[in-house]
């Protein structure tokens, strides 16, 4: 029951480095997200693809890239990491069976350190 | 006006109180309301749905009113496990076949013994 696996967990990085997290669901869900969690900000959503080949933004997109690599993997790019860029980082899968029945998947997230 | 919105807490209850969280929406077009529980330095999971007649799960109930656009969980018996942020979620289609999730920002509660 493997779910949604998320890595790396923990990630230090210096300005102006880059690096991918990864993402992976056994679920064969269509919809997959990635979010930010800051203190006192909730979660807000980076991009997220809606099916296999589809990435679209979210309400927090600038400085990320995403893909959409299979129907399991969506991965997030950061290209040059700033220190606004310190967050906790989650990755979702959605399953909808119909309209108000869905249900939002999360990885354990990765706690990411911009220095 | 934030599209959802939630007290922060923290509500601190002793073990055995009811405890009532309130959440507002304002996009009256919302379609679909749910409550996630997430422990501290864990991933958010779903705690049940909300439906329009309103739905009991156990000590946990939630209700949804629609005409004033809020969305309410009542825990009722509090365990000192029940402590966690809990965070309203309504899901908006802005044109697209799914909708998307919008997330308060979570009410803080913690149960003393």
């Known amino acids: 029951n493997a779910g949604v696996t998320q890595t790396p967990k923990f990630q230090v990085l210096k300005t102006g480095q880059s690096m991918t997290l990864q993402c992976a669901q056994d679920?064969?869900?269509?919809?997959m997200y990635w979010y930010r969690q800051d203190p006192g900000m909730g979660l807000r959503l980076i991009y997220y693809s809606a099916s296999e080949g589809t990435t679209d933004k979210g309400e927090v997109p600038n400085g990320y890239n995403v893909s959409r690599l299979n129907k399991r993997e969506f991965s997030l790019r950061l290209e040059s990491a700033a220190p606004s860029q310190t967050s906790v980082y989650f990755c979702a899968s959605r399953e909808l069976w119909d309209r108000g029945n869905e249900k939002l998947f999360f990885g354990s997230g990765t706690q990411l350190s911009v220095l | 006006r934030k599209e959802v919105e939630q007290d922060p807490g923290p509500f601190n209850v002793p073990e055995g109180a009811t405890v009532a969280f309130n959440c507002t929406y304002s996009n009256s077009a919302s379609q679909s309301f749910f409550w996630y529980r997430q422990d501290c330095r864990k991933e958010p999971k779903l705690l049940m749905s909300?439906?329009?007649s309103g739905n009991e799960d156990g000590r946990f109930t939630a209700q949804l009113n629609r005409a004033s656009q809020y969305i309410s969980l009542l825990i009722r018996d509090s365990k000192l496990s029940d402590s966690a942020t809990y965070l309203c979620v309504v899901t908006v289609n802005y044109g697209g076949s799914q909708g998307n999730l919008i997330f308060g920002k979570g009410t803080k509660l913690s149960v003393k013994p």
């Open positions: 679920m064969n869900h269509n919809s």
């Open positions: 909300v439906y329009s």
